[in-house]
């Protein structure tokens, strides 16, 4: 499901907007910069601070995540499942991992995302013909003069 350039992408971005549906029905966007691939067909990302994608999805476990180069406007959504990982073998793993990336806030939960559907996602800039360098040079342009 998730091939090499994808996985590539998503590690390289690490920031993964997280779309989950709230037990009123209405929905909840938090970015997680922990998010991370685990396997061909999951991503994870880390319970810091995330009360509320958690107990979303431990009544509804359906997700989408986003995850987008803010300079070239290009990046996919990952919709699948997820399951909350508190304790066991899996846990301990996925915390070993976040640890030797060098995380070091107390982590409550793992999300693990199963993905079912992945789809691009890229700018309407693009419809205009103008290249990814173009596209990139004008978001480096804008952050440069903003920061």
Known sequence: ??????????????LGFIATVCADGTPNL?????????????????????PGT???LLLNPSIEINVVDIFIRKGYRFKGTGTVLSKGP??????LFYRGA?????????????IERVMPLFSPAYDTGI????????????????C
């Open 90 to 95: 899996l846990f301990n793993d996925i915390l």
């Open 30 to 50: 938090s970015p997680k910069g922990t998010t991370n691939v685990w396997d061909d067909d999951h991503l994870i990302f880390a319970d810091i601070h995330s």
């Open 131 to 146: 290249s990814e360098d173009e596209v990139k040079k004008k978001w480096i342009d804008y952050w440069n003069t903003v």
């Open 54 to 56: 958690i107990n979303n």
């Open 1 to 14: 499901m998730l091939t090499n350039e994808i996985k590539e992408f998503v590690k390289k971005q690490k």
């Open 102 to 114: 060098g995380v070091k806030h107390n982590i409550k939960n793992i999300v693990l995302v199963k």
